[in-house]
């Protein structure tokens, strides 16, 4: 309790004591206020010494610069002098005093808001030498920045005099700038900005530099844009050399001399390179362009030089073109090569095309035919494609799928014309003298561009796994395409034969094919002749012409049997043409082996089936046979049976018809679809004539 109470005591204390200070204060401001009211009293009476000062102040400033005022021409002269002779530093000097007493002057009058507008001009009209001073001073500043990479190798006071300057007046104008906020006050042709001035004549400078270097005319030098990039990263990189060297040294550290002048450089150059594609470029000076920007521009040939990176490890290179830009150019390049490809394309086939019907051979490499479509074909696709790897591998893409679109459309431009030169051979087939060598070289031509397209796409590109790679669906396209036309010219190839046989075709199943053994010896010998000419395919072409071909004979030879144009009347003359037919299947399979030891003999298998259909001495006999046909070849039709049963001779038109149901029921093949497998698949015939 003791305790509180002396707290208690202390607090009142202290109440007590606040209380009296408050008397105090308000007694004090009662005393102020008092006194303020004779302050406008005492204003008015004071004017008249107030006015007094402002005299003394502008006579004091006066004063203080009288001897500039008096001394202003003279002073005006020698600071001229001082700037012809080269002597910068005295001319600032003398410049800064001038400006000094100009500004001084000027600002007194500023403070009197009532001062006289007259005496303002008065004052600067009789100034007015000094803003010319000022501007002959920093014309002779740009004289010597304007050749500051030469004047820093031989005099680089020079420079460094002329950097002092601008950065006093820099300093002044900060100055002169905070002094305008706390006064109002701006002294005349301030801010100079001399710092902007220096940095505008060193931007054109290089400018000028780089514009110097004019390129050669494209009709005088084909290699002009080469020699004129060249030009210029020498110039560059020997220019870059000076400013590491040089002029790191002399610079101010904050101008940041490495990084300016390698903006100034890259700012020039840009437009330079902006206003080459204005005026146009041709075939692959769009590749050297690119390249050049996009690779050497950026690499240790030019801005990433050791000679130049000892000062600029930490600078920033941007990029010579934007990603727009380069798009820009890869899709004009695109567009101009195009229409060149095509051309070359063209051109090439027509230039090769006149060899074909020429009495002349074609050439042979590797011991089979070929044309020189496909080696110079693809030679030109490579050159492009070399050209465009070196640039980067968006280029790459882009010319490729280009190249491979254009291989697609001159497949088709190829065949038209192959089809063309067929067409006039057999309107005349006297009038090509080597038709069947050419067209052997033409199939192999073929399967080069498929060979050369696989090699292509080994050589150039890698399949990129995250995406649907359009190139690589191309290059299946292209392969496709090609080997389309490669049987499709087979095909021509087998109409000469096919041609030349077409009567012993027809003439099969007649009493004179039943009378002599020549018709099917005279087609053998016909197709061992042309496939003599054939020897010159490449293995995998001999082998398809060799199938087309048993194809084509066995399409043909079923086909005349089935016609029914001999009528059989005896089971003699069945068992004769049975075993004619069987007969004449051995010299055909002896045919084939002899062209193709690993021919597919399947397609002649079912003439012997047909021919026991044929010599079938008894009913029995003949339903059996019928059915192990029926059974084996699952694509026979209910006319082939038909045909077939009513060569024989010996059956009625509706028993024919009904038996010819009841083996496909048999077989389970009354209800299935058309099914391809063997023969009879390629064999259509009618038994509408029978009925």
């Not at 390249?291 to 040939?301: F, G, H, Q």
Request: proline content about 3%.
């Amino acid at each position: 309790m003791e305790g509180q109470m002396d707290g208690i005591r202390t607090g009142m204390e202290n109440l007590d004591t606040a209380l009296k200070h408050v008397k105090e204060v308000e007694l004090g401001l009662h005393g102020i206020k008092d006194a303020l009211k004779n302050v406008d009293a005492l204003n008015e009476k004071l004017s008249e010494v107030r006015k007094e000062h402002v005299k003394h102040s502008q006579l004091a400033a006066a004063m203080e610069n009288l001897k500039h005022i008096f001394t202003v021409p003279e002073s005006v002269e020698k600071t001229r002098e001082w700037i012809s002779d080269g002597k910068l530093l005295y001319a600032h000097q003398s410049l800064m005093d001038l400006e000094n007493s100009r500004d001084s002057l000027l600002f007194e009058l500023h403070k009197h808001a009532g001062a006289p507008q007259g005496d303002q001009r008065l004052l600067i009209s009789y100034f007015a030498d000094v803003s010319a001073l000022s501007k002959e001073l920093l014309k002779q500043i740009k004289l010597t920045l304007v050749r500051t990479l030469n004047v820093v190798r031989k005099e680089p006071k020079l420079v460094v005099t002329a950097l002092r300057l601008v950065e006093r007046e820099e300093a002044i104008d900060r100055m002169t700038l905070s002094c305008q906020n706390e006064t109002g006050f701006l002294p005349p042709d301030r801010p100079k900005m001399w710092k902007d001035e220096a940095m505008s004549v060193l931007r054109s400078a290089v400018q000028n530099r780089v514009e110097g270097n004019r390129p050669a005319e494209r009709e005088t030098t084909k290699t002009w844009l080469t020699l004129y990039l060249e030009s210029i990263r020498s110039l560059i990189l020997e220019d870059l050399k000076v400013v590491n060297q040089l002029c790191v040294p002399v610079f101010p550290p904050h101008w940041n001399v490495c990084q300016m002048f390698l903006d100034f450089y890259h700012d020039a150059l840009r437009d330079n390179i902006e206003e080459l594609v204005r005026n146009g470029l041709v075939d692959d000076e769009y590749l050297f362009l690119l390249n050049w920007a996009c690779n050497t521009y950026p690499s240790a040939e030019c801005m990433n030089h050791h000679s130049v990176r000892s000062q600029m490890e930490n600078l920033e290179i941007r990029p010579l073109l934007e990603k727009e830009q380069i798009e820009s150019l890869i899709n004009m390049y695109i567009k101009e090569l195009t229409e060149k490809i095509k051309g070359l394309f063209l051109k090439t086939l027509n230039t090769v095309s006149n060899d074909w019907e020429k009495n002349e051979p074609p050439e042979i490499v590797k011991n089979y035919t070929r044309t020189e479509l496909a080696p110079l074909i693809f030679k030109n696709i490579e050159d492009h494609l070399k050209n465009a790897k070196i640039v980067s591998q968006d280029m790459l893409k882009e010319v490729l799928l280009l190249n491979l679109k254009l291989l697609l459309e001159f497949a088709d431009t190829f065949k038209a014309l192959v089809y063309s030169y067929k067409m006039k051979h057999f309107m005349d087939r006297n009038q090509i003298p080597r038709f069947t060598e050419f067209m052997v070289a033409l199939v192999n031509t073929c399967s080069e561009f498929i060979e050369l397209t696989s090699q292509l796409k080994l050589r150039f590109w890698r399949m990129n796994n995250d995406t649907v790679d359009e190139v690589a669906k191309l290059f299946t396209s292209v392969a496709d395409a090609y080997q389309k036309v490669t049987s499709e010219f087979c095909d021509y190839l087998l109409e000469e034969p096919f041609q030349d046989t077409k009567i012993y075709f027809d003439g099969i199943m007649t009493r004179e094919w039943l009378a002599s053994s020549e018709t099917v010896q005279t087609i053998c010998v016909t197709f061992k002749d042309y496939f003599s000419d054939y020897g010159m395919l490449r293995p995998d072409n001999l082998k398809f012409v060799a199938e087309e071909a048993q194809l084509g004979v066995a399409k043909r030879y079923i086909t005349a049997l089935l016609q029914q144009k001999l009528s059989l009347r005896t089971a003699e003359e069945r068992k004769q043409v049975g075993e004619k037919i069987c007969e004449e299947k051995k010299q055909l399979l002896m045919l084939f082996r002899h062209i193709s030891e690993d021919t597919d003999e399947s397609k002649l298998s079912p003439i012997d089936e047909l021919a026991d259909v044929i010599s079938a001495d008894n009913v029995d006999f003949l339903s059996f046979s019928l059915r192990t046909l029926a059974q084996k070849y699952r694509d026979l039709a209910e006319d082939h049976l038909i045909c077939l049963m009513s060569i024989r001779g010996d059956l009625g038109k509706l028993e024919v018809r009904q038996k010819a149901k009841e083996v496909l029921e048999d077989a389970g093949q009354v209800e299935k679809m058309n099914v391809d497998g063997s023969i009879f698949s390629y064999i259509h015939v009618t038994a509408s004539i029978f009925s």
